[in-house]
Nanobody, 118 residues
Framework: QVQLVESGGGLVQTGGSLRLSCAAS????????MGWYRQAPGKQRELVAA???????NYADSVKGRFTISRDNAKNTVYLQMSSLKTEDTAVYYC????????????WGQGTQVTVSS
């Protein structure tokens, strides 16, 4: 069982910045894909940014150039630096870890609210 603990959400004005953190209970080298999703009210959960199994990064078009995903392997933590925030970035942000060992295992954090006000 993998536990993911998120932090860093909050209320910010348009154009502001926030940094989200996701601490994993295991060595993140053991995780195939790790990243961030978000879900706005009435909408489906969507990928925001992630490290792929090959070590590259993948971003949603809507956040490219504004959000940056990074990692601290020593702390088993992944970050999401969000800048130039827009009201449409308002959502609950979830950390996700995918592990493939004969089958796929998906783990989710509890979610952290990000609210961008105009």
């Amino acid at each position: 069982q993998v536990q993911l603990v998120e932090s860093g959400g909050g209320l910010v004005q348009t154009g502001g910045s926030l940094r989200l953190s996701c601490a994993a209970s295991i060595n993140i080298f053991s995780i195939n894909t790790m990243g961030w999703y978000r879900q706005a009210p009435g909408k489906q959960r969507e990928l925001v940014a992630a490290f792929t199994s090959g070590g590259s990064t993948n971003y949603a078009d809507s956040v490219k150039g504004r959000f940056t995903i990074s990692r601290d392997n020593a702390k088993n933590t992944v970050y999401l630096q969000m800048s130039s925030l827009k009201t449409e970035d308002t959502a609950v942000y979830y950390c996700n870890a995918e592990i493939v060992r004969f089958r796929r295992y998906d783990y989710w954090g509890q979610g952290t609210q990000v609210t961008v006000s105009s």
